[in-house]
């Protein structure tokens, strides 16, 4: 009939339906891992948990004790220092966090803050194929790296640590065969700590490997 309007069914993932519109907190942009953590709840509570996907605003836990949904806890990944998050969602056992974007962002770190680091991720710049580089110190802000192919500055490229998913940067500053990252987003401290630690698990094995094989 003329000027009749159609009513259209919109379908939402289940990501979506929790209220998770942000497209770094839904789930085909997360990493499964096996971690163990805790959450401290705002009556002291201490949860036990299995941390089994990880993105750089939020994680999915399993517990067996029930989660609120809105609810503001801590969490600590690894033994390491507990950090703000909110409950999006709890359905079986399993829980949704998004991590507090704005904890431990108030204070840009200089290049003397970032942390000294040997390892490697994936770089790869627009319509171009990704290369290794090697990573010499990196902060929640950004990086510093070898580079293969001099790229210019200003110019946006996707770094992708072992782990995660790809992260956007731009290049600050070139200077021989290095080049400065500018992360388009912070690492959150919660998943920066991850990585660190995942890392440097990371060279530790392959240097346990490497001793093993060595001659006598």
């Given at each position: 009939?003329?000027?009749?309007?159609?009513?259209?069914?919109?379908?939402?993932?289940?990501?979506?339906?929790t209220?998770?519109?942000?497209?770094?907190?839904?789930?085909?942009?997360?990493?499964?891992?096996?971690?163990?953590?805790?959450?401290?709840?705002?009556d002291?509570?201490?949860?036990?948990?299995?941390?089994?996907?990880?993105?750089?605003?939020?994680?999915?836990?399993?517990?067996?004790?029930?989660?609120?949904?809105?609810?503001?806890?801590?969490?600590?990944?690894?033994?390491?220092?507990?950090?703000?998050?909110?409950?999006?969602?709890?359905?079986?056992?399993?829980?949704?966090?998004?991590?507090?974007?704005?904890?431990?962002?108030?204070?840009?770190?200089?290049?003397?803050?970032?942390?000294?680091?040997?390892?490697?991720?994936?770089?790869?710049?627009?319509?171009?194929?990704?290369?290794?580089?090697?990573?010499?110190?990196?902060?929640?802000?950004?990086?510093?790296?070898?580079f293969?192919?001099?790229?210019s500055?200003?110019?946006?490229?996707?770094?992708?640590?072992?782990?995660?998913?790809?992260?956007?940067?731009?290049?600050?500053?070139?200077?021989g065969?290095?080049?400065?990252?500018?992360f388009?987003?912070?690492?959150?401290?919660?998943?920066?700590?991850?990585?660190?630690?995942?890392?440097?698990?990371?060279?530790?094995?392959?240097?346990?490997?490497?001793?093993?094989?060595a001659?006598?």
């Open positions: 009939m003329s000027g009749e309007r159609r009513a259209t069914a919109v379908i939402k993932s289940p990501w979506e339906r209220g998770q519109d942000d497209p770094l907190l839904r789930h085909a942009n997360r990493r499964s891992v096996q971690m163990r953590a805790f959450i401290v709840r705002g002291d509570q201490i949860v036990d948990v299995s941390v089994t996907d990880l993105s750089y605003a939020g994680c999915a836990v399993h517990t067996e004790t029930p989660l609120t949904k809105r609810e503001e806890v801590r969490l600590s990944i690894l033994g390491l220092k507990a950090v703000k998050a909110t409950v999006r969602w709890y359905r079986g056992r399993m829980a949704g966090l998004s991590f507090d974007a704005t904890e431990g962002q108030e204070h840009r770190p200089r290049r003397s803050d970032r942390i000294e680091l040997k390892a490697t991720a994936l770089l790869r710049r627009t319509s171009r194929s990704g290369y290794q580089v090697q990573i010499l110190d990196v902060s929640p802000f950004g990086c510093r790296c070898e293969i192919e001099r790229p500055i200003g110019e946006r490229v996707m770094l992708k640590f072992e782990g995660l998913g790809a992260i956007e940067a731009s290049v600050r500053w070139v200077e065969t290095l080049l400065g990252l500018d388009a987003r912070p690492i959150h401290e919660a998943v920066f700590n991850f990585m660190l630690a995942r890392l440097r698990c990371g060279l530790k094995f392959e240097h346990d490997a490497r001793t093993a094989d001659p006598a």
